[in-house]
């Protein structure tokens, strides 16, 4: 399972969920540097992004054919030079949509998803695109950024049948950019 769906948020939606962020960013309610990712500021369960987790959850039931339970959001706002190492996700990501809020229309940075083969496929986002993936399975990356801006949230699932449906809501110790993409 690895696919980009187009369109799944309206432009406008994008933008006022970019706008909000930003001007948390602004007033320092945000943490910087913190996880896998050193130039950037992230979130845990920002609201801006746990109300798109539960408002896109019907739609990515559909896409994956799967009942889903959130587990939780993250979200970065990447800056100059920002790198996401090579990883996978820890259980709480069994199901990830990758979303872009505000990609850098100069500077395509493609998520790069490892498939079973070994291959290096990129996706390029637009805003309100979405990348579903399964992150703990599928190792995923972004190399350097040379834009100026981009804003990405992470929305993450697992499925009310599997293995780890008693991670819904995710652990309370959890912290931000653990593992989102
Ligand atoms: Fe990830």
Redesign the pocket.
Known sequence: MRRCWRGLLPAAVCAKAAADLKKMKARNMLRHGYG?VKAAAVDYKNLVTEDLLLRLLPQIELLTGHRLLPTYSCLRIYEPGAV?PR???RPA?EI?L?LALQPDPQVPWPLYVETLTGEAVPAHLAAGDGLIYK?IERP?WREAFTGTEMIQT?LHYVRADGPYAHLKGDRPEARPGQ???
């Open positions: 896998a996401l990883h996978t996700d990501c990830s990758s992150g995923h992470f593992s989102a993409a």
